[in-house]
């Protein structure tokens, strides 16, 4: 039998004074708390109760069992209530990992989060490759696509490709119609592209055109590619995140706008839904609740 159960049993008779009120207490039968204590007496070698018809009582090692034992007990509820204490009021190290494209996304909401939450510190790595969650120890990354695995990915917002370059590159050089165009343009290319060199659009009538992409620069960093688009340097098919506040402000213009990119999803990607963090749970219900607000991505 559970040792532990029949410490918690052994208890219940001591300070009730017999096994059918202790019986009663732990909602168990008279019979099952009797075989509880003989076992704990078979696996000590000793006898801890005095049984009589009328009453149970402690033998001398029994008592001695008792004290022991019950400090035992209660130092394994404190340790209880200060673990459910944890797990409901967020605290420690939220270790995060997202791809650069997300950092402008995430700073307002990081900066929410520990303001609400000031026991919890952000870790938050920056890069492009697709990390091991569980051996690298994070307890969330945050992806633009969502990757094929046995994680578990709670999807916060779609988002789309947007082909955009600068105004002074449309009076130079025109501006693209329609994808086929690109082949007399510069394209400044994504490493990291789902599609590779095949840039993938989809044209009003739903149906997906391709074409492939060529130029002078490409890069695995978002960012650098919008920098040169706004210099000039050519057609940038851009994650929306990166380019709307350029868009907005008139440093860069969307072309070809009668083709859509690609619809992708942005979610957030954690190891193991039972015994969630509530850091955790509580990082990503505040992500879906400003995803939502976001104008870069659509609902």
Request: contains cysteine; hydrophobic residues 40%; aromatic residues 8%.
């Amino acid at each position: 039998m559970d040792r532990l159960t029949s410490l918690e049993v052994f208890g219940r008779v001591v300070e009730t004074g017999g096994f059918s009120a202790a019986a009663r207490k732990l909602n168990m039968s008279t019979t099952m708390v009797a075989n509880h204590i003989k076992a704990l007496e078979e696996s000590l070698g000793v006898l801890l109760l005095q049984r009589t018809t009328r009453k149970v009582s402690l033998t001398e090692t029994g008592k001695f069992y008792y004290d022991r034992s019950s400090t035992i007990l209660m130092d394994l509820e404190e340790a209880n209530e200060a673990v459910g204490a944890l797990s409901s009021t967020p605290r420690g190290q939220l270790r995060m990992y997202t791809n650069s494209s997300m950092v402008q996304s995430l700073a307002a909401i990081t900066d929410e989060f520990v303001e609400r939450y000031p026991q919890v510190t952000i870790s938050l790595d920056i890069g492009e490759r697709m990390v091991d969650m569980i051996d690298d120890g994070y307890d969330l990354a945050i992806r633009m696509t969502t990757p094929d695995s046995n994680l578990i990915a709670r999807k916060l917002a779609t988002w789309r490709h947007l082909a955009v370059c600068s105004p002074e590159y449309v009076l130079r050089h025109g501006a693209p119609e329609k994808p086929g165009d690109l082949v007399d343009h510069n394209c400044l290319r994504y490493a990291l592209y789902a599609f590779g060199d095949l840039w993938r659009f989809v044209d009003r009538q739903g149906s997906i055109v391709e074409t492939r992409a060529r130029g002078s620069v490409v890069s695995s960093s978002a960012d650098l590619l919008r920098d040169l688009a706004v210099r000039g340097r050519g057609i940038f098919l851009a994650p929306s995140p990166v380019v709307v506040e350029d868009i907005a402000a008139g440093r860069l213009v969307s072309v070809m706008t009668g083709y859509e990119g690609v619809e992708f999803t942005i979610s957030a990607i954690f190891p193991n839904r039972n015994h969630l963090p509530s850091k955790v749970r509580l990082f990503i219900d505040l992500l879906v609740e400003r995803f939502a607000r976001l104008p870069q991505f659509a609902a």
